[in-house]
C-alpha cells in the first residue's frame, strides 16, 4: 500500500463548512456551564424586566402576568429556600430513574444484546440492511450504549452472509443515531422529554392542556420506527454497499497481528447465541406475556380502579397515570426471567449491582439535572417564559407564519442546533421552554411540540464532530479503512441524514394534516 502524502491535503467546501462546525462547537462550554451561564443571563435579564415594570398578559387570563428578578430582595430568598426543590422535584427525574434502573437489569443481564443478536442471527442475507435499519433505531432503548454494541454486531452478520461489513457497521450506527429519538418500546429518553415538556408549561399557569407522559408521542412513533428502519435498510442496500463495493474499501480488517485476528474470529462466534442465551429469550418473552395477561385482568375488567371516573380511559386515568410503573414492570420482569435462565442474575445482589451500574451511566445527567432544574424552574418563576411565549406567538401570528409552516422553522432550528448541542435533554430544555409555550398558544399540544422536535433532534447529529461517539466510529471504521477521518465519516452518513430527516419530516406532516392521535389521549390541537 503506498505512503500517505505527507503535504497539506486540499479541502473542499462541504470539509471548509464541517471544520467550520467543529471550531464554533468547540467553543461553546460543557453542558453543566452552558446552562449555568443560561441560569446567570436569565436572572440578569429578569431583574432589568423585574426594574422596568415589564409584564404580560396571557390570552383567556384576566390578570397581566409580572416579571419577576432573580437578583432582587424576593428573587434571592426564592432561589436559598427552593434550591434543592428545584433540583429534586425536577420532573425528568420522577420519570426517568425507576425506568433506568429496570433498563440496567435488562441491559446487564444480557437480554438487550442476546435479543439484538437474534434478530440480526435468524435474517436471510437480502434483508439484512432493513433488519439492521430497524433493529439500529429501537436500538435507542439501549441508550447510549446502542452506539458501542449495534454497529460491531451488524458488522459481524453481514460479513458470514457474504455482504459488506463495513456497510452494516455504517448502517447500525447511521440508525441508531439519526433514528435515536424515536423507538417502538417506550424509553428513558420519553419519559425524560415528557419531563421536561410539563415542566416548561408552567410558565403558562392555568393554561389546558392534555398531560404528558411517556406515551404521549407512543403512536407516532410506532409509524416513524417502522419506516424509518426501511429507509434506513434501502439506504444501506442500495446507496452505501454499492458505493462501498465500488470504492474497493477491503471487506477484511486490518489485523495488527495474529492475536487480534483470533480475537476477530472469537466475536464470530460470540455473534451467535448459545442454547442457554436461546432458552432464557424464550422464558422472557413467556414471562411478558404471562404479565400482560396479568395487567389486562386488572385494568379491563369493569370495576377496574385504574379506569377515571367515567369509567374509561381517556384523556386521563390513573392507567395514563401508571405508564412508568407499567414500563418498569415490564423491563423488570424480562430481565430478570432472562438472567436467571442464562446464570447472570442469581442473587438479588446481582440485580442491585446491575441497576447501580445504570446509574453509574447517568450520573452525568444526575449533575446535569439540579442546574436544568434550577434553569426551567427560574425560567417559569420569574416569568420570563411567559414573556417570550406571548411575544413569540404573537410574532408569529404578525409575520404570517402559522399552520406546519411554522412548524417546519422549528424543526430546523432544532436540526442545525443539534449540530452543536448533542444532549437532547439540554436542548430540549432550552427549547422547550420557550416553544412548548409559545406554540400551545397558538394552539398546539405541548405533546405535538415534542414530536416535532423529535424529528430535528435526531438525523443531524451523525454528521457533528460534537457527537462523542463519532470517534468510537472512527476507530471501527479504520479497521477497514485506514487512512479514514472525520471526513470519510461524514461523507458515509450524509445519504443517511437526508432521507431521514425528509421522510419524518412528512410523518409528522400527514399526522398534522389528518389529526392522527400521537399517543393514547394526545392529539395535536388544543381543546379536541
Excluded at 430568598?77 to 434550591?83: G, K, R
Excluded at 486490518?254 to 466475536?267: H, L, P, R, V
Excluded at 446491575?354 to 432544574?373: C, R, T, W
Excluded at 468510537?472 to 450524509?494: C, D, H, I, Q, S
Amino acid at each position: 500500500m503506498s505512503a500517505a502524502p505527507t503535504g497539506p491535503a486540499k479541502t473542499g467546501l462541504t470539509d471548509r463548512l464541517l471544520n467550520g462546525v467543529e471550531k464554533a462547537g468547540n467553543k461553546l462550554p460543557e453542558p453543566f456551564m452552558l446552562f449555568l451561564i443560561l441560569f446567570a443571563i436569565t436572572g440578569v435579564v429578569s431583574t432589568a424586566m423585574a426594574w422596568g415594570n415589564v409584564s404580560v398578559t396571557v390570552p383567556g387570563s384576566d390578570e397581566p402576568t409580572v416579571i419577576k428578578g432573580l437578583f432582587t430582595g424576593e428573587g434571592m430568598t426564592w432561589l436559598t429556600t427552593n434550591l434543592g426543590e428545584n433540583y429534586i422535584g425536577f420532573p425528568p427525574l420522577v420519570t426517568v430513574m425507576p425506568i433506568l434502573l429496570a433498563i440496567g437489569i435488562a441491559q446487564h443481564s444480557g437480554l438487550l444484546g442476546a435479543a439484538i443478536r437474534k434478530l440480526f442471527g435468524t435474517s436471510p442475507a437480502w434483508a439484512l440492511p432493513y433488519v439492521v435499519g430497524f433493529v439500529g433505531v429501537i436500538s435507542s432503548i439501549m441508550a447510549d450504549s446502542a452506539f458501542v454494541v449495534v454497529p460491531p454486531l451488524a458488522a459481524l452478520v453481514f460479513k458470514a452472509a457474504g455482504r459488506h461489513p463495513m456497510a452494516g457497521l455504517l448502517g447500525g450506527f447511521a440508525a441508531a443515531g439519526a433514528g435515536y429519538s424515536t423507538n417502538i418500546f417506550p424509553t428513558s429518553l420519553d419519559a425524560l422529554f415528557a419531563g421536561i415538556t410539563t415542566s416548561v408549561m408552567g410558565a403558562l399557569p392555568g393554561y389546558e392542556f392534555t398531560p404528558v407522559n411517556p406515551v404521549s408521542n407512543w403512536f407516532f412513533n410506532i409509524v416513524c420506527s417502522i419506516i424509518l428502519g426501511f429507509v434506513a435498510g434501502f439506504v444501506i442496500d442500495k446507496l452505501v454497499e454499492p458505493r462501498l463495493v465500488r470504492m474497493g474499501i477491503s471487506r477484511d480488517e486490518m489485523a495488527e497481528d495474529d492475536d487480534e485476528a483470533d480475537t476477530t474470529d472469537s466475536e464470530h462466534m460470540r455473534a451467535k447465541l448459545s442454547p442457554a442465551e436461546n432458552k432464557g429469550l424464550l422464558v422472557a418473552v413467556i414471562s411478558a406475556v404471562v404479565l400482560t395477561a396479568a395487567f389486562l385482568v386488572a385494568f379491563l375488567m369493569p370495576a377496574s380502579p385504574w379506569r377515571n371516573e367515567d369509567g374509561g380511559f381517556l384523556p386521563k386515568s390513573p392507567l395514563l397515570s401508571s405508564i412508568v410503573f407499567i414500563v418498569v414492570a415490564y423491563f423488570m420482569v424480562v430481565g430478570i426471567a432472562y438472567g436467571a435462565v442464562v446464570g447472570t442474575l442469581r442473587t438479588s445482589r446481582d440485580a442491585v449491582r446491575m441497576m447501580s451500574d445504570a446509574i453509574k451511566e447517568m450520573l452525568p445527567f444526575v449533575v446535569l439535572a439540579f442546574i436544568l432544574g434550577n434553569f426551567i424552574a427560574l425560567f417559569n418563576w420569574s416569568g420570563i417564559g411567559t414573556w417570550i411565549a406571548v411575544t413569540g406567538a404573537a410574532g408569529l401570528e404578525a409575520s404570517g407564519l402559522d399552520g406546519f409552516a411554522a412548524i417546519l422553522g422549528f424543526i430546523l432550528l432544532a436540526s442545525c442546533l443539534n449540530l452543536f448541542i448533542i444532549s437532547g435533554s439540554g436542548m430540549w430544555a432550552i427549547m422547550g421552554a420557550v416553544f412548548v409555550p409559545m406554540f400551545a398558544l397558538i394552539g398546539y399540544e405541548p405533546a405535538f411540540t415534542q414530536a416535532a422536535f423529535r424529528v430535528g433532534d435526531s438525523a443531524t447529529q451523525v454528521i457533528t464532530p460534537m457527537n462523542p461517539y463519532m470517534i468510537v466510529l472512527l476507530g471501527m471504521v479504520r479497521k477497514y479503512e485506514p487512512g479514514a477521518g472525520f471526513g470519510t465519516l461524514m461523507a458515509r452518513m450524509l445519504p443517511f441524514v437526508v432521507p431521514f430527516w425528509i421522510v419524518w419530516t412528512i410523518i409528522l406532516a400527514i399526522f398534522f394534516v389528518f389529526d392522527l392521535p400521537l399517543g393514547p389521549g394526545n392529539g395535536i390541537f388544543l381543546g379536541q
